[in-house]
């Protein structure tokens, strides 16, 4: 079967920076996607790693190990309205490649 | 262009009531996906479909029903509902190849008592 593991909470002051973990367990892989979600609100997309290594989208950035089955997401210069749940998501090769499986999410507090 | 919609926002169900959660998207997106969730936890698949006319079960498909007739609509239906549906349902889309950026509808908030 298919698991993820992320941080239930994290708490951060703002302008910090603060990194999210997120562990899966597939038996086949395609990529580490992340979401974000304010309370109330829908999930939006943040970023995907389908290749190891580093992609950065303005304060965000988004970290694949495949060997580790491991990825981060980094956020900086935190702001208060980063203030949401982040969600991990792995696009698993097994039983289709049509859909995604989420991870139970981190609530990300900023303290200013 | 306003993406996926959903309706209703909110609904509450007496238990054994029917009722179908209306989702269109306007991307020409083929594939769609219907999530429950509950509160504090993340999303769980009930069903999705790679376009018109093809559906298949996600990890929590009981007590649900789903149909594609077009490319735009995806309607969930709950037969007999059942506290345990109580949750919040969410509808995305998203390109072919590309099931790693879904686009989400705003949700509809479903409570049954």
């Known amino acids: 079967g298919q698991s993820l593991e992320q941080p239930s909470e994290v708490t951060a002051v703002e302008g910090a920076i603060v990194q999210i973990n997120c562990t899966y367990q597939?038996?086949?892989?395609?990529?580490l996607s992340w979401y974000q979600q304010h309370d109330g609100g829908a999930p939006t997309f943040l970023s995907y790693n389908g290749l190891d290594g580093l992609e950065e989208t303005g304060r965000f950035s988004s970290f694949l190990s495949r060997s580790d089955s491991y990825g981060y997401l980094l956020l900086q210069e935190l702001q208060m309205k980063d203030s949401a749940s982040y969600f991990c998501?792995?696009?698993?090769?097994?039983?289709?490649?049509?859909?995604?499986?989420f991870g139970s999410g981190t609530r990300l507090s900023i303290r200013p | 262009n306003a993406g996926v919609t959903q309706t209703p926002k909110f609904r509450i169900l007496k238990i054994g009531q029917s009722m179908t959660l209306q989702c269109t998207q306007d991307?020409?997106?083929?594939?769609m996906y219907w999530y429950r969730q509950d509160p504090g936890m993340g999303l769980k698949l009930i069903y999705y479909s790679v376009g018109a006319g093809i559906t298949d079960k996600g990890e929590v498909p009981n007590g649900y029903n789903v149909s594609r007739s077009t490319t735009e609509d995806f309607p969930l239906r709950l037969e007999l509902a059942a506290p345990s549906q109580t949750s919040v349902y969410f509808c995305?889309?998203?390109?072919?190849?590309?099931?790693?950026?879904?686009?989400f509808g705003p949700g509809t908030r479903l409570t049954v008592t």
């Open positions: 995305a889309s998203s390109s072919p190849g590309q099931e790693y950026e879904q686009y």
């Open positions: 991307m020409n997106h083929n594939y």
């Open positions: 597939t038996s086949g892989f395609y990529g």
């Open positions: 998501a792995v696009r698993d090769r097994v039983s289709s490649a049509s859909k995604i499986i």
